[in-house]
């Protein structure tokens, strides 16, 4: 069972779009929401978290919007660029562990 | 910002003998470390949580007697994969964290490949 679904899987965005990738849980004992960002070859990179009290968090280029009742978190990089391509994964924890979702490989057009 | 040393990057070793990796935390105590493993363009997975000084619990499905996992120090954790073979090449990840368990920090990860 996956307790964290995450789309689309892939994406393309010319650059300076917006790109979002949206998120989607089933347990209401998640406490952390964090977004990680992962280039080829290299570990994934705390981006930016929110908690589930808080519906909204924005630092630089990059928000997250959380709806609880919908239990549905998304992110959102405005402008983006080349330089964001990568993989970004969603999670969500609960007492130790952390769950991720299956990734969005993200493609910024030059 | 917290930093995580995973060495080495990369492995290659034949069919039947043993790799160990290691996770060190650069700048803070881990009081927990966690060993992540990753197939390619999917998800993380956890294999494996230990805290300093105690055995680690492995997740369902994961044979502790082939990935061994030492956490001597609050500064140290150790992957060891046992008896290698074709099917443990992949990426392993680890990560720390020193307090709030839901924060980690992730280390660069160590590609395995089995001849």
């Known amino acids: 069972q996956q307790q964290v679904k995450q789309s689309p899987q892939s994406l393309i965005v010319q650059k300076g779009g917006i790109s979002i990738i949206n998120c989607a849980y089933e347990?209401?004992?998640?406490?952390?929401f964090p977004w990680y960002q992962q280039f080829p070859g290299k570990g994934p990179a705390l981006l930016i978290a929110?908690?589930?009290?808080?519906s909204e968090k924005k630092e630089g280029r990059f928000t997250i919007s959380f709806n609880k009742s919908a239990k549905q978190f998304s992110l959102h990089i405005m402008d983006s660029q080349p330089g964001d391509s990568a993989t970004y994964f969603c999670?969500?924890?609960?007492?130790?562990?952390?769950?991720f979702g299956k990734g969005t490989r993200l493609h910024i057009l030059p | 910002g917290a930093v995580v040393s995973q060495h080495p990057s990369r492995v290659i070793c034949k069919s039947g003998t043993s790799v160990k990796i290691e996770c060190r935390s650069l700048?803070?105590?881990?009081?927990?470390m966690f060993w992540y493993r990753q197939f390619p363009k999917q998800s993380l997975m956890l294999m494996a949580t230990?805290?300093?000084?105690?055995?680690?619990?492995?997740e369902q499905g994961v044979e502790k007697d082939k990935f061994l996992i030492n956490h001597a120090s609050l500064t140290l954790s150790t992957l060891t994969v046992t008896s290698a073979h074709p099917e443990d090449s992949s990426f392993y990840i680890c990560?720390?964290?020193?307090?709030?368990?839901?924060?980690?920090?992730f280390g660069a990860g160590t590609r395995l490949s089995v001849l």
């Open positions: 990560s720390a964290s020193s307090g709030a368990k839901n924060i980690q920090y």
């Open positions: 230990s805290n300093e000084g105690s055995k680690a619990t492995y």
């Open positions: 999670a969500a924890t609960r007492d130790d562990k952390i769950i």
């Open positions: 700048d803070f105590q881990a009081t927990t």
């Open positions: 347990n209401t004992a998640f406490d952390y």
């Open positions: 929110i908690r589930p009290d808080v």
